[in-house]
């Protein structure tokens, strides 16, 4: 009988370690993630590329920046300009959420970035919200300078959370990119030279 028991035990060892590795990220799938984005730079079925989500952000965030910058050093901002600049953050937004949108619920449960993936389309949400309200203060032959500024603001602040967010989520998936902020692009002048 005991040893039907030790028996039934070590049975369960297997199914115990199952439950484990199917309640957290694997290792390996990161591993398998940041091999396919290496290969292809892109990973998931529908193939999310971090580094053109990344661009567009970036993107985003300097045009916004910019409209921002009329709005608070120039009397009034002509517009056409102000138009030219809301309409790149649009466009760059809704590219960052195409990307986004490419996750499938499959990877993003495999490696438990479902939340990230939620945070990101509701900062994206937020600046599409800010981009119409900005949008509203251009209408016309004037723009108030004082709402597209404050609207760009909110644009900035919730762009940096979904970089914040984005980062924690390629960190589970075991993908490193490079900090576009930051990078050297000496070094990327000589590696297309090779």
Not at 1 to 21: H, K, Q
Not at 31 to 59: F, L, V
Not at 91 to 120: N, Y
Request: hydrophobic content about 40%; glycine content about 4%.
């Amino acid at each position: 009988m005991s040893n039907l028991r030790v028996l039934a035990g070590l049975m369960l060892i297997p199914l115990a370690f199952a439950a484990e590795v199917a309640a957290s990220p694997s290792p390996v799938a990161s591993e398998d993630w940041n091999a396919i984005h290496r290969q292809m730079g892109a990973t998931g079925k529908n193939g999310y590329r971090p580094m053109t989500s990344r661009a567009y952000q970036s993107s985003a965030r300097f045009h916004s920046r910019a409209l921002n910058s009329y709005g608070a050093e120039c009397q009034q901002v002509p517009v056409e300009t102000a138009r030219e600049h809301l309409t790149q953050v649009q466009s760059s937004v809704a590219a960052v959420k195409k990307e986004i949108k490419k996750i499938d619920s499959e990877t993003a449960t495999k490696a438990g970035i479902q939340e990230d993936v939620a945070a990101i389309m509701k900062q994206l949400a937020e600046c599409e919200k800010m981009c119409g309200m900005a949008d509203k203060a251009i209408a016309g032959e004037k723009v108030e300078n004082a709402p597209v500024c404050a609207h760009c603001t909110s644009i900035e602040k919730q762009l940096l959370a979904i970089r914040k967010s984005e980062d924690a989520m390629l960190k589970k998936l075991g993908i490193s990119i490079p900090d576009d902020e930051h990078a050297d692009h000496k070094d990327h002048e000589h590696d297309a030279k090779k």
